[in-house]
């Protein structure tokens, strides 16, 4: 059973930093992609940032370009999101996600408050 599981986010001032974590388990991740998405209040969850199997390539939504970075370590089932420079902006319930046999697969979230 593939379950996903967020941590790390909490309320932080504008220009600050977090780091989030999402803790995979019941298969091998290292055999998928995965990626962070986000959902504001009031607006459709989107796309934030992925990573390839062995993280040789990442892919971030333009936004959030130069100031958050997605790393993962394999060995752990382990992906994070680090987030710096921090705006109101992304205030939002952040997801850690997997796509497996076309099947997706979502955590519950951790919810990421900036305040300005």
């Known amino acids: 059973q593939v379950q996903l599981v967020e941590s790390g986010g909490g309320l932080v001032q504008a220009g600050g930093s977090l780091r989030l974590s999402c803790a995979a388990s019941?298969?091998?991740?290292?055999?998928?992609?995965m990626g962070w998405f986000r959902q504001a209040p009031g607006k459709e969850r989107e796309f934030v940032a992925a990573?390839?199997?062995?993280?040789?390539?990442?892919y971030y939504e333009d936004s959030v370009k130069g100031r958050f970075t997605i790393s993962r370590d394999n060995a752990k089932n382990m992906v994070y999101l680090q987030m710096n420079s921090l705006k109101p902006e992304d205030t939002a319930v952040y997801y850690c996600?997997?796509?497996?046999?076309?099947?997706?697969?979502w955590g519950r979230g951790t919810q990421v408050t900036v305040s300005s």
């Open positions: 996600t997997v796509e497996i046999r076309s099947m997706d697969y």
């Open positions: 019941g298969r091998t991740f290292s055999s998928y992609a």
């Open positions: 990573i390839s199997r062995i993280g040789g390539t990442t």
